[in-house]
């Protein structure tokens, strides 16, 4: 539903904590063959929950995330494979 921001104006892209108590949880994106895909830090901070990217990197340089490789100069990608293994030893721990 659009908002109004400060000078009144719609905001069509503001979100609050309860739209997304409303969402659906997000899952990774499924491989389409047996490579192990890279996923873009987009893909990664949607399937963290909506983290922020600056605690994407956070989490990275801090070591408590699984560090990106790098496909080319400007681009990197997580292994698919490392972010479920992590996402799956969170969920162990806090069992």
Not at 19 to 41: C, E, F, G, S, Y
Request: with cysteine; hydrophobic share 40%; aromatic share 6%.
């Amino acid at each position: 539903m659009p908002r109004l921001n400060t000078t009144g104006r719609v905001h069509r892209y503001h979100v609050t904590n309860a739209d997304l108590a409303n969402k659906p949880v997000r899952h990774l994106p499924q491989p389409a063959d047996a490579i192990d895909p890279l996923l873009n830090a987009r893909e990664v901070r949607l399937a963290l929950g909506s983290i922020s990217a600056s605690t994407l990197w956070r989490m990275t340089t801090d070591g408590k995330f699984p560090r990106p490789l790098r496909v080319s100069e400007r681009r990197i990608g997580w292994r698919r494979s490392d972010v479920a293994s992590w996402l799956s030893a969170c969920q162990q721990k806090a069992a």
